[in-house]
């Protein structure tokens, strides 16, 4: 069971990367995937979720800029993120669950990644 995360790096603000995240050893059509965050002496944030079903949830902070996707026949999940700024610095980690109500809670998830560094400066 694992979750592999890539696409990180250095972007200035206003830019855009897109991050993915690879799973295996587990049937990925059936969990609940996350993007979550955590920036230098701060709590783990949730980013965006996305269930079996294709619906999608996200943090009031990145609404309207990050895009959470799925392909189940590749088992990867992306978040494309625009419009970046200073404050989106931080490690982004992948996540999934089996469970179909798992959503913006860090403990909703089971299976983590090792994370990819984001930094948002000029």
């Known amino acids: 069971v694992q979750l592999v995360e890539s696409g990180g790096g250095l972007v200035q603000p206003g830019g855009s990367l897109r991050l993915s995240c690879a799973a295996s050893?587990?049937?990925?059509?059936?969990?609940?995937m996350a993007w979550f965050r955590q920036a230098p002496g701060k709590e783990r944030e949730f980013v965006a979720a996305?269930?079996?079903?294709?619906?999608?949830h996200y943090a009031d902070s990145v609404k309207g800029r990050f895009a959470i996707a799925r392909d189940n026949t590749k088992n990867t999940v992306y978040l494309q993120m625009n419009s970046l700024k200073p404050e989106d610095t931080a490690v982004y980690y992948c996540?999934?669950?089996?469970?179909?109500?798992?959503?913006?809670?860090?403990?909703?998830?089971?299976?983590w990644g090792q994370g990819t560094q984001v930094t948002v400066s000029s």
């Open positions: 996305i269930k079996t079903s294709g619906n999608t």
């Open positions: 050893g587990f049937t990925f059509s059936r969990y609940v």
């Open positions: 996540a999934a669950d089996q469970n179909r109500y798992a959503d913006a809670i860090f403990s909703d998830y089971s299976i």
